[in-house]
C-alpha cells in the first residue's frame, strides 16, 4: 500500500539543501581541514577570517556567508589549496582577490 506523503515548499526545499550540501561535502573530499581562523589580507588592511564547515559558515570582517553561499565560497577556497601550497590562508587570500575585488 502506497502512503502519501505532504511536504509544504519549504519542507522541499530545506530536504534539497542538505542533500546538496552533504553531496558537496562528500566530493570534496575533507573539506574539515579548512575549517579555523586565519588572519587574512582584505581590502588593504588585515582582517580575521572564519570557516567553519560543519554550519557552513566563511566570515572575513563584516562579510560573512552562510548555506549555500558559504558552501560555494569554501568550494572555491579548497579548489586554491593545491596552487597555495596547501596553506589554507593563502588559498582564502586568492579567494578574496579572484571573487571579492
Known amino acids: 500500500m502506497k502512503k502519501v506523503i505532504r511536504l509544504t515548499e519549504s519542507d522541499l526545499h530545506n530536504i534539497i539543501k542538505k542533500s546538496v550540501n552533504r553531496i558537496l561535502k562528500e566530493s570534496l573530499g575533507d573539506i574539515s581541514q579548512l575549517d579555523g581562523q586565519y588572519e587574512v589580507y582584505f581590502e588593504d588592511e588585515f582582517r580575521e577570517a572564519v570557516i567553519d564547515t560543519t554550519e557552513p559558515y566563511f566570515a572575513i570582517g563584516d562579510y560573512t556567508l552562510y548555506d549555500d553561499e558559504a558552501m560555494y565560497a569554501i568550494n ?3 579548489g586554491y ?3 597555495s601550497g596547501g596553506d589554507v ?3 582564502i587570500e586568492q579567494y578574496i582577490y579572484d571573487e571579492l575585488r
Open 76 to 78: 572555491k577556497i579548497y
Open 89 to 91: 590562508r593563502e588559498a
Open 81 to 83: 589549496l593545491e596552487s
